[in-house]
């Protein structure tokens, strides 16, 4: 009985070992595995919570991801008025870290678009950057603050066009000219008129390579954006 529960099941225990594994090397990286899984079963948990709540299971990824975004822009804004301090901002990028372990294993488990997947590996990259080494910690939280700023209305979009919203193709437009602005203009001026855009270390170079593929993969994705509106007008 589980020899063949491990056969009809092996694609999902593939994906919780890779997870589990994947979290482990995280840790070791990032100094804080406790912190680390917390965070990450607690998105998963709020995935849950969010899906019995809805009842819709369609929903479920892109309100998470919508509460991770509100939630991330909550913790950045009310630090920087408030105390501006560094260990609270590494524990906000520990924070996003989690997400990302948390919705990679969602999006390889739900086969969602590959460019999410390549993505949340660059953005993961420089977040573990970010995370262990002082000098990248402010340009990590601005990419963060910046990045997530687009990501509210497109969830609001995903939303909208599965529960098929009158005002789909609106906020698709919306969305659309707020991630233009913010990840091709404005993150490549702060980038390139960024300390870290000058430094000339090895690690300095992986992260500016990887802002730079960061910022194609943000240039396919409106071009695709731009073909779904087109095809729907």
């Given at each position: 009985m589980f020899v063949n529960w491990i056969i009809n099941n092996n694609e999902n225990i593939y994906n919780l070992v890779s997870l589990y594994t994947f979290v482990n090397i995280i840790s070791l990286i990032s100094y804080n595995f406790v912190k680390l899984s917390c965070?990450?079963?607690?998105?998963?948990?709020?995935?849950?919570?969010?899906?019995?709540?809805?009842?819709?299971?369609?929903?479920?990824?892109?309100i998470t991801s919508l509460l991770h975004s509100i939630g991330l822009l909550f913790l950045i804004i009310c630090n920087f008025l408030t105390v501006n301090n560094n260990y609270i901002y590494k524990d906000i990028v520990l924070y996003s870290i989690s997400y990302f372990i948390y919705d990679i294993y969602v999006i390889i488990e739900k086969k969602y678009n590959k460019l999410f997947l390549y993505h949340h590996i660059l953005a993961l990259t420089n977040l573990i950057i970010g995370y262990n080494y002082e000098i990248f910690l402010i340009p990590t939280i601005m990419s963060l603050f910046i990045g997530e700023l687009s990501n509210p209305f497109q969830n609001t979009y995903k939303i909208c066009k599965i529960i098929k919203h009158k005002n789909t193709d609106c906020i698709l437009k919306v969305f659309i000219c707020i991630f233009f602005?913010?990840?091709?203009?404005?993150?490549?001026?702060?980038?390139?008129?960024s300390d870290i855009f000058n430094l000339n270390s090895n690690i300095s170079k992986i992260y500016n390579f990887i802002f730079l593929l960061g910022?194609?993969?943000?240039?396919?994705?409106?071009?695709?954006?731009?073909?779904i509106l087109k095809k729907n007008n």
């Open positions: 965070y990450s079963l607690f998105w998963n948990n709020i995935n849950i919570k969010v899906k019995i709540l809805i009842k819709n299971n369609k929903l479920e990824d892109y602005v913010l990840r091709l203009f404005i993150f490549p001026i702060y980038w390139i008129n910022s194609i993969v943000s240039g396919i994705w409106v071009k695709n954006m731009f073909k």
